[in-house]
T-cell receptor
Framework: ELKVEQNPLFLSMQEGKNYTIYCNYSTTSDRLYWYRQDPGKSLESLFVLLSNGAVKQEGRLMASLDTKARLSTLHITAAVHDLSATYFCAVGINTDKLIFGTGTRLQVFP | GAVVSQHPSRVICKSGTSVKIECRSLDFQATTMFWYRQFPKQSLMLMATSNEGSKATYEQGVEKDKFLINHASLTLSTLTVTSAHPEDSSFYIC????????????FGQGTRLTVV
């Protein structure tokens, strides 16, 4: 059974600090996605990582993929309150089926 | 990115009734659509995969007779929750894909179903 685990599940961090969210998965895949979800809303696509070693950055967020280690990271630089949300990674299997991680609830406080 | 429209965004129904949720791809043809369910503070759980013109493929543990999925055209898939019970209350999200390898799936806005 495919497992996609995120660590930590909950993260409370101060504005201005850096932190990394980890996404481990248990099967071979070269497609990894990161999404943001605000309370009561659907998913917002953040990053699409399609190859080993892929690194993408958007604003204060940077995502990377290591397919050999079956690990993706989402790094937050100098956090701001607006980044407070739940972040999901999702692993692509077959053509475009996605299996979602457990989610990381991020809270950024002053 | 492509737009996927889900309707309704919120619905309240009585126990025992059925409710239909629509998922439309507005500016592309979706050969494949997915239906997810999300309980509060939990992750998204894939319920089923639907391909245009064929029967949906349900994930293990999902009752196909309770959650009827129809993918009648390349732009529309529907999920009908039949004989709804309070435990069916959840957030349902659809996504649509062109079906080509390494392309992104696009998500609808979600439907908050409350069964009373």
């Amino acid at each position: 059974e495919l497992k996609v685990e995120q660590n930590p599940l909950f993260l409370s961090m101060q504005e201005g600090k850096n932190y990394t969210i980890y996404c481990n998965y248990s099967t071979t895949s070269d497609r990894l996605y990161w999404y943001r979800q605000d309370p009561g809303k659907s998913l917002e696509s953040l990053f699409v990582l399609l190859s080993n070693g892929a690194v993408k950055q958007e604003g204060r967020l940077m995502a990377s993929l290591d397919t050999k280690a079956r690990l993706s990271t989402l790094h937050i630089t100098a956090a701001v309150h607006d980044l407070s949300a739940t972040y999901f990674c999702a692993v692509g299997i077959n053509t475009d089926k996605l299996i979602f991680g457990t989610g990381t609830r991020l809270q950024v406080f002053p | 990115g492509a737009v996927v429209s889900q309707h309704p965004s919120r619905v309240i129904c009585k126990s025992g009734t059925s409710v239909k949720i629509e998922c439309r791809s507005l500016d592309f043809q979706a050969t494949t659509m997915f239906w997810y369910r999300q309980f509060p503070k939990q992750s998204l759980m894939l319920m089923a995969t639907s391909n245009e013109g064929s029967k949906a493929t349900y994930e293990q543990g999902v009752e196909k007779d309770k959650f009827l999925i129809n993918h009648a055209s390349l732009t529309l898939s529907t999920l009908t929750v039949t004989s709804a019970h309070p435990e069916d209350s959840s957030f349902y999200i659809c996504s649509a894909s062109t079906g080509r390898l390494n392309t992104e799936a696009f998500f609808g806005q979600g439907t908050r179903l409350t069964v009373v």
